[in-house]
């Protein structure tokens, strides 16, 4: 058994007392009932009524544990297509490790990572305060980016497991509340190798799904983070990325530098918090300095980057302004399904400016109006 | 071909509420599991009701294109879960972070019965509270990421990657296991 069948066999409960189901169904039944009786069809509020209700109810769950079973049955066959990156596991440890870069010494910070990171903090710090967004404001941040999706036959290890890149043009307006909007239209699928792509035709050339997505959130809808009270001296921040009570993490430098570029990722970091995160990563054991690197637009940057679980997590920044432009994600050791070298995600970031409605891209852009079958989503 | 749950949810409206009691028959052993696997038998008796009156409430919010409406109820069981944590003196993240409180407690219990303890719990320990949640929601739930992206209202792409970094971390430990099972709809194919 592997670890995640073990995982799914220890999230197997008995099911539900019949009784507490019950007594759950005659409340909900029961605020429904209110409610009908204050709506246009009102009716009798007698005591008939709620008993005919409740062998209403009885009915519908006779009759709808047989629709339930073919729905459940419905659900385990055919092609399984995951939505997971390219994280299968390999049957057997590959042998010899091989990088890319040669990961900075366990027990310090690499110089030359720490030398360019002290030089991005000072860039930072001497950028302008852009104003943050005001009531009513959002902060509007537009990228194109690619993520991995693995499919694979049933049986699981059986033929046809394939890897395709997703491209993405991503445009996301968010409030400090989390609500706002996102808007994704999506590219081709990029097979990652030839034989990828005859996995996929051998599977039948399954329609991978690509359609846009276009949905408004309320508040709490969209991740956001208030990075207005964080502190920025360097050792404070420090601190506190490293007690994860800004984010849940694991312990280590490499998930610091995770949280790192997650507190600059679409998001409205002051230059002194900017400032503060670059010296806070120059402090951090294995992070490498990639030297003059190309974002995946072709844009020259300079690209920092962290090795975990074989792949090398890399930023690209502005040399400029210092600003994170791209991130690229590249196979470097064993344990990964595509050999070491592969490109296996990127992002470039476009824009990132604050606009006062979420159909607005900034002065001068063009307006994004909501597509026809845009939906409130939360 | 059943009728789909948004059908079920769209009977429900003014006119006729009592159709949604439907949803739960459908669902209601779901969310019990749901709520069970995260805080025990007990309390998951206790809080059915609560997620179900508030689905009931909010269920002018439901996405017509979602046929299925496990994501949905998933993300209003964990909103009453993270109520619950908080009234019985869990402690909060002090940012305003809408970052899951850790379920580790019950995760832990479960893990004793199966005498693997010290291995899952070890690896599972090296995940971050949300890439672990992405994690058991994919496991335990057996949705698919786009739908854990509906429960937790983020974005596929960082569901995807939050899926990512826990299976990556699973990938390591394991690597002599041979395979990640992950389901999803055949009608994604």
């Known amino acids: 058994m592997n670890a995640i069948e073990l995982l799914e066999q220890i999230g197997v409960v008995e099911p539900a007392d019949p009784e507490v189901l019950d007594r759950t169904a005659e409340a909900v039944l029961a605020v429904a009932a209110t409610e009908a009786r204050h709506g246009e069809k009102a009716t009798s509020e007698n005591g008939a009524e709620l008993f005919s209700m409740r062998r209403g109810v009885e009915l519908v769950r006779a009759s709808n544990s047989a629709s339930n079973k073919r729905l459940r049955g419905n ?266 070298g592969t490109v296996v995600g990127w992002a470039t970031y476009i824009q990132s400016t604050v606009v006062d409605s979420t159909t607005s891209t900034g002065p001068g852009g063009s307006a994004v109006p909501l597509s026809p079958s845009a939906t409130l989503a939360r | 071909m059943p009728e789909g749950d948004e059908e079920v949810v769209g009977r429900s409206d003014a006119s006729a509420p009592t159709a949604f009691v439907e949803l739960f028959w459908r669902h209601g052993d779901a969310v019990h599991a749901y709520l069970v696997r995260r805080t025990g038998r007990q309390d998951a008796d206790d809080l059915l009701s609560e997620v179900w009156l508030r689905a009931f409430k909010g269920r002018a919010n439901y996405d017509p294109r979602w046929p299925d409406a496990r994501p949905w109820l998933y993300g209003i069981a964990r909103h009453v879960l993270l109520a619950h944590w908080r009234r019985s003196g869990r402690p909060l993240v002090p940012l305003a972070e809408p970052v899951a409180l850790d379920c580790w407690d019950e995760v832990d219990s479960r893990l004793d019965a199966t005498g693997e303890r010290a291995r899952l719990q070890r690896v599972l320990a090296t995940l971050s509270t949300d890439d672990r949640e992405v994690l058991l929601l994919v496991t335990w739930e057996q949705l698919t990421p786009s739908e854990v992206a509906v429960a937790l209202g983020i974005p596929q792409g960082t569901a995807r990657s939050r899926l990512h970094r826990a299976l990556s971390v699973f990938r390591r430990e394991f690597e002599d296991e041979s395979f990640v099972p992950v389901r999803c709809h055949p009608k994604e194919a």
Do not use: M
């Open chain 1, 75 to 340: 659900r385990s066959r055919g092609y399984w297509l995951t939505r997971v990156a390219a994280v299968v596991i390999v049957a057997g440890a590959a042998g010899g490790v091989s990088t890319l870069v040669q990961p900075g010494s366990p027990g310090g910070p690499s110089p030359a990572a720490a030398a360019v990171l002290r030089h991005l903090a000072d860039v930072a710090a001497a950028q302008p305060t852009p104003s943050a967004p005001g009531p009513g404001q959002y902060l509007y941040v537009d990228s194109e980016n690619a993520y991995t999706d693995s499919a694979f036959d049933q049986p699981p290890n059986g033929k046809g497991s394939y890897t395709v890149l997703l491209p993405q043009h991503r445009q996301i307006w968010i409030r400090p509340d989390g609500s706002g909007r996102l808007f994704e239209t999506f590219g081709q699928p990029i097979f990652l190798s030839a034989q990828d792509h005859a996995d996929w035709v051998a599977a039948g050339s399954p329609t991978i799904s690509n359609s846009p997505s276009d949905d408004t959130f309320g508040p709490g809808g969209l991740s956001a983070r208030n990075l207005s009270n964080l502190p920025t001296d360097p050792s404070a921040l420090a601190a506190l990325i490293a007690s994860r009570k800004i984010e849940g993490g694991p312990p280590g430098s490499a998930e610091d530098f995770t949280q790192i570029g997650d507190l600059l990722r679409e998001t409205d970091a002051s230059p002194a918090l900017r400032s503060a995160l670059y010296q806070v990563a120059a402090g951090l054991p294995g992070v490498v300095d990639l030297g003059a690197v190309l974002d995946h637009s072709g844009r020259s940057g300079i690209g920092l980057a962290e090795v975990s679980h074989g792949e090398q997590f890399e930023l690209i920044f502005d040399p400029q302004t210092s600003a994170l432009i791209g991130e690229q994600d590249t196979v470097v050791g064993p344990g990964v399904q595509e050999p070491v």
